[in-house]
Structure formats: structure tokens, C-alpha cells
T-cell receptor
Framework: AQSVTQLDSHVSVSEGTPVLLRCNYS??????LFWYVQHPNKGLQLLLK??????LVKGINGFEAEFKKSETSFHLTKPSAHMSDAAEYFC?????????????FGAGTRLTVKP | EAQVTQNPRYLITVTGKKLTVTCSQN?????MSWYRQDPGLGLRQIYY???????DKGDVPEGYKVSRKEKRNFPLILESPSPNQTSLYFC??????????FGPGTRLTVL
């Protein structure tokens, strides 16, 4: 069975400082990994995805994540936070044996950005 | 515009009164799915469909029904809603093996 653990339920940063949202995964097979963002009262938007190509994945809005198999991690980073980054972020793992359609969501990390 | 739409966006109802939440996509996706989002639990899958007339249970199917008579539509049915089904519901669609696109969500309150 596959699962995801987001290590922080809430992260608070100041505008202009780096962002780190941590995610560890468990998967019996080669996983695909995703980060989604949910702004208040909005649906989910895909930030980036890893599907076995380059281990450093660049996404939208300056976010990136690195797949580290030895650490079973897929942490999300951004060099400089912007006020508009305040949202809830979900790490997701899926099993490529099932065509990525069996997605398992983490509990979410709420990012607050202070002026 | 490629999108997944859900209706209604907000619904307050009472225990036992049957309701349907509609979901429609215009991207010709084979795969559609329903999730519920609860604080501290992330999104959990209720039901999914790999194609027309093909549906299967997700992790939390109890109390829900779905149907997939047309490719574009995947309604979620609560035959007898209960307060523990108060939640935020998302519909999603994708090509098989592709990125899932999510609808805007339906906030349901069952009194």
C-alpha cells in the first residue's frame, strides 16, 4: 500500500524568505509524486509532478521539488515566498502500476506568509 | 475552456433527504473520481470510474452512490444523507494515467 506523510500541518514564513514543505512517501513500487495547491475557496491546482524522469522537478510559480528515493522524500521548495503563496498544499503519491489513478493524498500543509 | 464543473457549489440539507451533486467535464476524459476533504485528513477517494458504465469503490464509499451513463458526467448521489457526510466534495477527471483536473468543490452541510 502507498501512503504520504506531510511532516508539518502548518508552516509560517515571512515574505521573501525560503519555503520548505516536507513530504515523505511510502510505496512498494516506483511511484509518481505530485504537489497540488489549494487556495481558499478554490479547487486544487497541480504545481508539479514527478513521473520517473529528472529527479529535480520544476513547477509553476517558482516552486520545485526533488525526488530522493534513498530518503523516500519529495519536499517542496521555493527560494522566496510571496504573499500569494499562502494556501494549503497537498503531497500526493500514486502507483504507476495503476496508471497513476490510485492517488493517495497527504493531510495537507497550510502555508502562511507574513508581510 | 477545459474544465470540471460541479453543482451545486454550496448545499445545506437535512438528514435523510436524498440529494445529487453533479459533475461534468468537457475534456473527453475517461477517468473520473469523487473525493471528500475533511480537516486533517486530506482528500479521500469515494468512488471512481475508468469509463462509461465502469465504476468502483474508493476508500470511503459507504453512504454514496455514483453512475456513469455518459462520458462527461459523473453524479454523486447521497440516498439518505447523515451529518457525518458534512464535508467538502471534489470531482476530478483525467486521461488514464494523466494529471487529474479538479472541480471547484461542493460544500455540503447535513443538519
Amino acid at each position: 500500500a502507498q501512503s504520504v506523510t506531510q511532516l508539518d500541518s502548518h508552516v509560517s514564513v515571512s515574505e521573501g524568505t525560503p519555503v520548505l514543505l516536507r513530504c515523505n512517501y511510502s510505496s512498494s513500487y516506483s511511484p509518481s509524486l505530485f504537489w497540488y495547491v489549494q487556495h481558499p475557496n478554490k479547487g486544487l491546482q497541480l504545481l508539479l509532478k514527478y513521473t520517473s524522469a529528472a529527479t529535480l522537478v520544476k513547477g509553476i510559480n517558482g516552486f520545485e521539488a526533488e525526488f530522493k528515493k534513498s530518503e523516500t522524500s519529495f519536499h517542496l521548495t521555493k527560494p522566496s515566498a510571496h504573499m500569494s503563496d499562502a494556501a494549503e498544499y497537498f503531497c500526493v503519491v500514486s502507483d504507476r502500476r495503476y496508471n497513476n489513478n490510485d492517488m493517495r493524498f497527504g493531510a495537507g500543509t497550510r502555508l502562511t506568509v507574513k508581510p | 475552456e477545459a474544465q470540471v464543473t460541479q453543482n451545486p457549489r454550496y448545499l445545506i440539507t437535512v438528514t435523510g433527504k436524498k440529494l445529487t451533486v453533479t459533475c461534468s467535464q468537457n475534456m473527453n476524459h475517461e477517468y473520473m473520481s469523487w473525493y471528500r476533504q475533511d480537516p486533517g485528513l486530506g482528500l479521500r477517494q469515494i468512488y471512481y470510474s475508468m469509463n462509461v458504465e465502469v465504476t468502483d469503490k474508493g476508500d470511503v464509499p459507504e453512504g454514496y452512490k455514483v453512475s456513469r451513463k455518459e462520458k462527461r458526467n459523473f453524479p454523486l448521489i447521497l440516498e439518505s444523507p447523515s451529518p457525518n457526510q458534512t464535508s467538502l466534495y471534489f470531482c476530478a477527471s483525467s486521461l488514464i494515467g494523466g494529471e487529474q483536473f479538479f472541480g471547484p468543490g461542493t460544500r455540503l452541510t447535513v443538519l
